[in-house]
C-alpha cells in the first residue's frame, strides 16, 4: 500500500487516488514498472509534474527497504533519508567517499572546522573515519556548503559514489544539488543525524551554520553505518601515513598574535592539492583583472602600481606559508613574500592560521577572523588586500566577503588556477613570480 502526498496540480483529479489503487499489493521490484505501465494510455495532465518524478517520488523511499537485507529492523530504516541515483544495497556496495559534517564533531575538537580528523576516540565521526578507511573510502568533512558543492562534482568527475550524512532539513534545502550530481554521475546514500538542527533553532543559527559559527553538537547514527557498511569489504591496507609535523614558519612568526595558541591541526598543503583541482575549471590563463585574461607582465605592473597608490595595503598570509611544512617551494615563496613586505614597508600583515571561528575573541589588527573576514578589512579600513597562502576554498569564500561588505580591492596571488572573482589574481604564483613583483617595486 502507498499514499501520495504533495503540492501538485494534476488532471483528472482522481489520477493519484487511482495510482494507489493500482499499485496496491504489487511486489517492491515491480513498483516502478507498474508506475509507467499505469499511465503508458491514460490522458491526463500535471503542473511541471512528469512520469519520472512520481516515480522518483515513489520509489526513493521505497529503496530504503533494502535495508531489511542488511539486518535492520523495520522502526530504523528512517535513519537511512534515501539512495540517490540507484539501489541503496548497490551504492552502498560502490561507495568511495564517505561525507561528514563538521557540526557532529565536538565544539573543544580542533579539527571541527578541518576536513580532516585526528580519530581520537572523542565522537562518532572518529569512528567513522576508522571505519572509512577500513573499507578503503575516502573519508571528508564537510565545512562548508562551497566544499560540498566542489566535492559532489569531483565525484561525478571520477565516478565516484559516496555515502553522506546530513539531517533531513538540509537534505530538502538543498535536494537539487544531489540531483544534479547524481545526473553527473554521483550516486549516494543519505544517512540522517541526531540532535537539535541549525534548521531548528531558526533562520540566524541556519546563518551561523553557512559560516561555520553553528556551536551545536550532533551525532551521527553509527549502528546504522556499520550495518550498512557489512556490505563491503575490509580492505587490506598498509600502515597509514603518519601525520605532518608543523611549526610556524621562521619569515613569519613575528606577526603571529601573542595570544594565539598552537592547535593540535591545521590545513595542509595536501588539502589544496586534492580539493582545489576540483576548481581547475576556473582557470583562465596567467592572471586576470576584473575577470579579464592578462599575462604575468601585465597584472604584476598592475599589482605594483596599486601597491604605489593604496593607503593602508594588506597582506593576509595563510596557513600555507604561515606554517613551516618542510617543503622547499614553499619555504621560497615564503620567503620571497617576507621580502616584499618588507621592502614596500607601509604593508600591513594579517594572519590567517586556521579556518576556525574566532568567535569575537581576536584581534582584528594582526589577525582575520575565518567565517568574517570583512571584519578585520573594515576595522583598518585597508584598501588593498592581498591573500597569499589561504587554501584555495576559502579563499573563494573570503573573496566574496569582501567584495560584498567592503570598498577593498581584493588580489589572489594563487598557488594554483587562480580566482577570477578577485580584481586581481594570478595562477601558479611561485617565488620567482613573487620576486618579480618584488622587482617592478620603486617605492
Not at 35 to 48: P, S
Not at 165 to 173: D, G, L, N, Q, S
Not at 184 to 191: D, H, I, M, S
Amino acid at each position: 500500500q502507498v499514499i501520495i502526498n504533495g503540492d501538485f496540480f494534476v488532471e483528472p483529479k482522481r489520477l493519484i487516488y487511482d495510482l494507489e489503487a493500482y499499485l496496491k499489493h504489487t511486489p517492491l521490484q515491480d513498483v516502478e514498472r507498474r508506475i509507467r505501465e499505469f499511465f503508458k494510455d491514460r490522458q491526463w495532465e500535471g503542473l511541471n509534474l512528469t512520469v519520472d518524478d512520481i516515480v522518483s517520488a515513489v520509489m526513493f523511499p521505497l529503496t530504503k527497504m533494502e535495508g531489511l537485507d542488511l539486518g535492520m529492523e523495520k522502526k530504523t530504516l528512517n535513519n537511512i533519508i534515501g539512495s540517490i541515483g540507484g539501489g541503496l544495497i548497490e551504492n552502498l556496495k560502490k561507495a568511495k567517499v564517505m561525507l561528514l559534517p563538521y557540526c557532529a564533531k565536538p565544539r573543544w575538537c580542533d579539527y571541527r572546522h578541518l576536513d580532516d580528523c585526528g580519530e581520537c576516540g572523542g565522537c562518532t565521526v572518529g569512528d567513522a573515519y576508522r571505519l572509512a578507511y577500513q573499507k578503503g573510502m575516502i573519508p571528508i568533512t564537510i565545512t562548508s556548503f562551497e566544499l560540498l558543492r566542489d566535492t559532489l562534482k569531483w565525484c561525478a568527475e571520477n565516478g565516484y559514489t559516496y555515502i553522506g550524512h546530513c539531517c533531513y532539513e538540509f537534505y530538502e534545502k538543498r535536494y537539487e544539488i544531489f540531483q544534479k550530481a547524481s545526473k553527473e554521475g554521483a550516486k549516494g546514500v543519505l544517512f540522517d543525524i541526531v540532535g537539535t538542527t541549525c534548521y531548528s533553532l531558526g533562520v540566524e543559527e541556519e546563518e551561523r551554520a553557512y559560516h561555520g559559527e553553528f556551536t551545536v553538537e550532533l551525532d551521527l547514527i553509527k549502528d546504522a553505518l556499520v550495518k550498512s557498511l557489512s556490505v563491503k569489504e575490509d580492505e587490506k591496507v598498509s600502515e597509514r601515513v603518519q601525520r605532518r609535523h608543523f611549526d610556524f614558519s621562521p619569515f613569519f612568526k613575528d606577526f603571529v598574535p601573542s595570544y594565539y595558541k598552537k592547535p593540535k591541526a591545521v590545513p595542509t598543503p595536501e588539502e589544496d592539492r586534492t580539493r582545489t583541482a576540483l576548481q581547475k575549471e576556473v582557470f583562465l590563463g596567467d592572471a586576470t583583472i576584473d575577470g579579464k585574461t592578462v599575462s604575468y607582465e601585465t597584472a604584476f605592473e598592475v599589482l605594483a602600481e596599486w601597491l604605489r597608490s593604496a593607503k593602508k595595503p594588506t597582506v593576509v598570509v595563510g596557513p600555507l606559508l604561515l606554517w613551516d611544512w618542510q617543503e622547499e617551494e614553499l619555504s621560497q615563496k615564503a620567503k620571497a613574500l617576507r621580502e616584499l613586505i618588507d621592502r614596500v614597508g607601509k604593508i600591513q600583515v594579517k594572519v590567517l592560521p586556521d579556518y576556525r571561528p574566532k568567535l569575537k575573541k581576536y584581534d582584528p589588527s594582526v589577525e582575520m577572523d575565518p567565517p568574517n573576514p570583512h571584519e578585520s578589512i573594515l576595522h583598518d579600513q585597508n584598501d588593498l588586500t592581498i591573500l597569499v597562502g589561504v587554501h584555495c576554498y576559502r579563499t573563494d569564500f573570503v573573496i566574496r566577503l569582501l567584495r560584498k561588505h567592503t570598498p577593498t580591492k581584493v588580489v589572489a596571488l594563487c598557488g594554483l588556477y587562480g580566482h577570477p572573482e578577485a580584481h586581481l589574481s594570478t595562477s601558479f604564483t611561485d617565488a620567482e613570480k613573487l620576486l618579480k613583483i618584488l622587482n617592478l617595486w620603486k617605492g
